[in-house]
């Protein structure tokens, strides 16, 4: 987070709705929510850009984020916890309303990744196809479903796990999408 503070070149995507930039954002971000940044990518620096994405706690970001780590934004990262863990610390924001972006020319994209990726993010269900831990309590009682944790080794021996999860570490799994 201090990075944040300390690197004037950072770029910071916040990618919640516009109804949430009422409890604040961090100053100096580029709002685009979520669902539109295909549409938007012209307000985003070159791909060789530092980008920090923002949502309210981190999941929504982490989309985003591999959305255009995909799309070639290499230096996309997301703030964890997000705007909620910023806040909490104390850590600056305002509530002014947010200036109007400058917007310049979006780099090329391999049309069909693009076209995929705007897919995706465009047609986002509400509610973001997060389920929260009571849903998915329920789901793992009334249906027969597959629990992948993507964690790593460390944290499914050290923190635990739920009952009947298959442990795939990330790596594993994006490797195992791209065969």
């Known amino acids: ?78 703030l964890k916890g997000g705007f909620g863990a910023w806040a909490g610390e104390d850590y600056p924001f305002v509530t002014d309303p947010l200036p109007e972006p400058t917007r310049g020319e979006a780099p090329e994209f391999n049309a069909d990744v693009f076209a995929a990726i705007d897919d995706y993010l465009s047609n986002l269900p509400e509610g973001f196809d997060f389920v929260r831990a009571p849903g998915l309590a329920a789901e793992l009682v009334e249906t027969d479903i597959t629990l992948i944790d993507v964690r790593t080794q460390n944290e499914w021996d050290n923190v635990g796990y739920i009952a009947g999860a298959s442990l795939v570490p990330i790596q594993d799994f994006m490797s195992m999408q791209s065969a």
Not at 14 to 27: H, K, S
Not at 49 to 76: F, K, P, T
């Open 1 to 78: 987070t201090t990075a944040l503070i300390e690197n004037p070149d950072l770029v910071l995507l916040d990618v919640r709705e516009t109804p949430e930039l009422e409890a604040g954002y961090i100053e100096g971000s580029i709002h685009i929510p979520i669902r539109e940044i295909p549409a938007n990518l012209d307000l985003l620096p070159d791909l060789d850009a530092e980008i920090v994405v923002v949502c309210q706690g981190g999941a929504r970001a982490m989309l985003a984020q591999s959305a255009l780590n995909v799309l070639g934004y290499d230096n996309a990262k997301t």
